[in-house]
């Protein structure tokens, strides 16, 4: 009797507690499970911010505890070349990118999928808190149940073909929930605290970082009515509603809230900075996006009621698509939304469904 062979899946392992327990489970439902570590970053692999050394011994770990095998990929050259020179780029223009949006879509679930074809898997699966469904032949991008951890405006640039292959076991389950599965099956990492920041940048100073990469071109803080405030290190190093870091203080003409980054005058080469957290500069009615991404492949319908997020962790915020000229969209929101930064994304939901997005341009 010729015996069926089961499905082979190859689960991204970055050595956290997320994609630990991510092939732990697909092995439990029976799939034949390999581990995959990608390692992305080597420029500073002695430095005390880089965990990649002990990542990986934590994936082997807990790869041998759940008795599947693992193998350690690099992609280094591909993440410089697809991913950073991308990122460097969009901040020396005075853009704000996402480059862990870039990750998914260049390295995740492209450099990391033809790999993982090479060895033979049906599907990969990662740690991402989102959720996969088949619709009519159409692959939907879903919001994690749990809310707090959902990532599916990291995955909105994903295509059919990259959705059609991937699976997100977590996607149903609580932060909560797995840690303690992760602790009952006795995973070194069960208690590992989630890495936080930039993928590459971890937890080091994000200035001091940047200033390896680019230069310093310091110029003046000034108040919209032109009024002189402070002098800055090089519009590069600031985002729009950045509070901390300006060094703006003793101001005789100060109202006594604190100051903002409101807008970049590349032009000039000034920091334009205003007080108050809810000061008119910082809010914007509508934006402007391009390089806009579709999952379904087709465009959502204009005028129509929609969800927004201009940024991770921020509420839905209901907005209309006013206009779609190819991949340019403008999107009018019911209420003004604080810091709509040039370099992120703006992602779109209608209910759970994540429908792709686009990088804004200019808040309006």
């Known amino acids: 009797m010729k015996s069926i062979s089961k499905p082979r899946v190859v689960v991204g392992m970055s050595g956290g507690v997320d994609s630990s327990v991510t092939a732990l489970l697909l092995k439990q439902q029976g799939y034949d499970v390999i581990g995959l570590f990608m390692k992305n970053w080597e420029d500073d692999d002695n430095s005390e911010y880089c965990s990649s050394r002990q990542d990986l011994l934590d994936a082997v770990s807990v ?109 149903r389950l609580l932060k909560s929930e797995i840690r303690v599965i992760a602790e009952q099956h006795g995973l070194c990492n069960h208690a590992k605290k989630d890495s936080t920041g930039i993928c590459f940048i971890g937890e080091r100073p994000f200035r001091e970082f940047l200033s390896g990469y680019l230069p310093t071109q310091p110029g003046e803080m000034r108040t919209p009515e032109g009024r002189l405030v402070g002098r800055h290190i090089g519009l590069s190093f600031y985002t729009l509603g950045q509070r901390q870091g300006l060094g703006i203080g003793g101001d005789k003409n100060s109202s006594g809230e604190p100051w903002f980054v409101a807008a970049k005058d590349m032009v000039n080469n000034r920091l334009i900075v205003v007080q108050g957290h809810d000061h008119p500069a910082l809010l914007s009615d509508s934006l402007t996006a391009i390089d806009a991404h579709w999952i379904s492949g087709t465009a959502p319908e204009t005028d129509h009621s929609y969800a927004a997020k201009t940024r991770y962790r921020q509420t839905d915020a209901p907005c209309r698509i006013t206009q779609l000229t190819g991949d340019h969209c403008a999107v009018s929101f019911d209420q003004p939304q604080w810091a709509v930064t040039p370099g992120q994304s703006v992602v779109l939901y209608e209910g759970e469904v994540c429908l792709g997005g686009a990088i804004i341009e200019a808040g309006l």
């Open 63 to 171: 790869a041998d505890t759940i008795g599947i095998p693992i193998e350690a990929v690099n992609f280094a050259r591909e993440y410089k070349d697809r991913v950073f020179s991308s990122f460097l780029r969009e901040y020396q223009a005075g853009r704000t990118p996402n480059p862990d949006i870039l990750c998914n879509a260049e390295i995740k679930f492209k450099a990391f999928l033809d790999h993982a074809i090479m060895l033979g898997a049906d599907t990969i699966a990662t740690g991402h808190y989102a959720q996969v469904r088949e619709v009519d032949g159409l692959f939907q991008l879903l919001k994690a149940t749990d809310s707090s951890k959902d990532q599916s405006y990291f995955l909105h640039r994903l295509n059919q073909a990259q959705l059609s292959r991937a699976m997100f076991p977590l996607g």
